[in-house]
């Protein structure tokens, strides 16, 4: 680890929100990953409009972290700095139809702050548990609705640091995927237009969706949900099935019995285990049905 390097972050950054050689276990939903070089919480735009061109500057790779929920870390960990928001990263505001998260916030919180509200649209996100910015860089969707339907805007940072506002339209929404997949740009806040709604009804249709996810989804397993994205004309789920797969398992992952789309850490799985089971279920279904399966969950570091 170069020393100057943290020298200089740490006039960036406050005490106590930089840590090393951190286990990122602890901060995916899979509980798996070996170890961060850096991690660093975020609490201001403006320690990122300095920090992201230095890191630029020095050449020094980084990954923004929501929730973990969609994400693999290899079992070697990630050579690189880990960027989190924290603290006022994560707040929530409303205002009439609108509603303004800061990119760090839950998307659980977001739509339980809508329902409280009155404001109707983002029921089908209330059992995703994802980070709002995360939700919006995967177009996060459930049930028929989709982050695409409830955006207006987002503020993001470019490589550079620049910061910019990108609207709905230029954000190119696609299934599971945004312009920011593809483009070095941090999601900052997220302004979401809702409609005004009855709030009963509203709760009623999160508790609906929340008992359909308990009752369908291996909730009790650690997971990142979904492990394919859905190929055209097919479900990943019943094709993995239909290819025997049910149960399939290496080490401690594991296809679920309940639900064959998911990809479950049974207790000590390794992210290894993770990704041979992966890449044994794309072999078996292309083989078998000659679909591929194009994974939805991001892989990084070393396995
Ligand atoms: C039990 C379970 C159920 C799930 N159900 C669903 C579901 O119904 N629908 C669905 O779509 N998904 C589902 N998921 C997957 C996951 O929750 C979503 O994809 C979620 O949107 C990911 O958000 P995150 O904050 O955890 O992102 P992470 O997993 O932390 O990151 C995902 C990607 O987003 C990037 N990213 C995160 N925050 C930022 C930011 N601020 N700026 C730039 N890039 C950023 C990361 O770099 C990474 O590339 C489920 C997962 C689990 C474990």
Redesign the pocket.
């Known amino acids: 680890m170069s020393a100057s390097k943290y020298d200089y972050i740490q006039t960036l950054i406050p005490d106590g929100r930089i840590f090393y050689n951190v286990s990122m276990k602890e901060y995916?939903?899979f509980r798996v990953g070996g170890e961060a070089e850096c991690l660093i919480l975020i609490q201001k735009e403006e320690e990122l409009e300095k920090l992201v061109p230095y890191l630029k500057q020095i050449e020094q790779e980084y990954?923004?972290?929501?929730?973990?929920?969609?994400?693999l870390i290899g079992d070697k960990g990630y050579q690189g700095i880990i960027l989190k928001?924290d603290g006022p990263m994560e707040q929530i505001t409303v205002d009439g139809t609108r509603i303004t998260a800061k990119?760090?916030a839950m998307?659980s919180r977001v739509a339980v702050t809508a329902r409280e509200n009155g404001l109707t649209g983002l029921e089908f996100a209330a059992?995703?548990?994802?980070?709002?910015?995360?939700?919006?860089?995967?177009?996060?969707?459930?049930?028929g609705g989709?982050m695409k339907q409830v955006v207006e805007s987002v503020r993001?940072m470019d490589g550079e640091g620049q910061i910019t506002t990108l609207d709905n339209d230029t954000m190119e929404f696609g299934y599971?995927t945004s312009i920011?997949?593809n483009r070095p740009?941090?999601?900052?806040e997220i302004v979401l237009r809702l409609a005004e709604g009855n709030r009963e009804q509203i709760g009623a249709r999160m508790e609906e969706l929340s008992q359909l996810?308990r009752s369908r989804?291996p909730?009790e397993y650690a997971?990142?949900?979904?492990t394919f994205k859905r190929p055209e004309g097919y479900f990943a789920g019943k094709l993995i099935m239909d290819a025997g797969l049910r149960g399939f398992r290496i080490g401690g992952a594991q296809v679920s019995d309940k639900h064959c789309g998911?990809i479950v850490n049974t207790g000590k799985a390794t992210a290894a285990d993770i990704r041979e089971v992966i890449e044994e279920v794309q072999e078996r279904v292309k083989e078998r049905f000659h679909v591929s399966l194009e994974p939805?969950?991001?892989f990084l570091g070393e396995f």
């Open positions: 995916t939903t990954f923004i972290l929501g929730n973990g929920s969609n994400l928001m990119a760090g998307l059992g995703i548990p994802g980070s709002i910015g995360g939700g919006v860089v995967m177009n996060a969707g459930a049930y989709e993001v599971r920011i997949r740009f941090i999601v900052l996810r989804q909730l997971s990142a949900g979904s998911f939805e969950i991001v």
